[in-house]
């Protein structure tokens, strides 16, 4: 079973906008990390947080984790077109080795 | 930077043969994965390896084996393929054990079995 789950599944908005994306996940967890994926490529990673951490920056990328009601955010701010792609929460589920990855979340940046 | 390299971008077999995905990094880490993602059920871990030689299972291991014998390949190889294994099957490699490292990705190979 999916241990991240990300919402919304689909999210389309304007360049300049902000945008939204949430991770629920069930069990503890040590570290959450987002990954980008542009269509048809691998992922690449934008930020981990530490689940003694509640917020973390990264350019125009803010992160928050809330381990009491087991959900991170992230937010990207002034979009571009640029930054349409799929977004996935990636977490630990107390293992040395394994990510879990969740859905992911479509995201379209309209010009 | 670091780079994984994947043998194939695409790749069509029939069912019934023997598939061989590459995986090479350049990097020197430790740990090594294979993902397959598929439409509405994302990444899902097939094999893991932690050192040369040494493997795990993941979740969904039916129908795959693996093969590191040299730290910076690590091999997916689908027995006898069949049709619910066509798929994206993506490598990853990471830094060190534990997951305050990131993984790094290959670009990935589009298998189709017909």
């Known amino acids: 079973s999916q241990q991240g789950e990300e919402d919304p599944q689909a999210l389309s908005i304007q360049e300049g906008e902000n945008a939204t994306m949430n991770c629920s996940y069930k069990t503890s967890i040590n570290n959450l990390q987002w990954y980008r994926q542009n269509s048809g490529r691998g992922l690449v990673h934008l930020i981990l947080?530490?689940?003694?951490?509640r917020e973390k920056h990264s350019g125009r990328l803010r992160v928050t984790l809330d381990t009491s009601k087991k959900s991170s955010s992230l937010l990207i701010t002034a979009s571009r077109a640029a930054d349409t792609a799929s977004y996935f929460c990636?977490?630990?589920?107390?293992?040395?080795?394994?990510?879990?990855f969740g859905k992911g979340t479509l995201l379209t940046v309209n010009p | 930077d670091v780079k994984v390299t994947q043998s194939s971008r695409y790749l069509v077999k029939r069912t019934g043969e023997k598939v061989f995905l590459e995986c090479v990094q350049d990097m020197d880490h430790e740990n090594m994965f294979w993902y397959r993602q598929d439409p509405g059920l994302g990444l899902r871990l097939i094999y893991f390896s932690y050192d040369v030689k040494m493997k795990e299972k993941g979740d969904i291991p039916e129908g795959y084996s693996v093969s590191r014998e040299k730290k910076e390949r690590f091999s997916l190889i689908l027995e006898s393929a069949s049709t619910n294994q066509t798929s994206m099957y993506l490598c990853?490699?990471?830094?060190?054990?534990?997951?305050?490292?990131?993984?790094?990705f290959g670009p990935g190979t589009r298998l189709t079995v017909l």
């Open positions: 990636a977490t630990d589920r107390g293992s040395n080795y394994k990510l879990t």
């Open positions: 947080i530490r689940s003694n951490e």
């Open positions: 990853a490699s990471s830094l060190g054990q534990g997951l305050l490292f990131e993984q790094f």
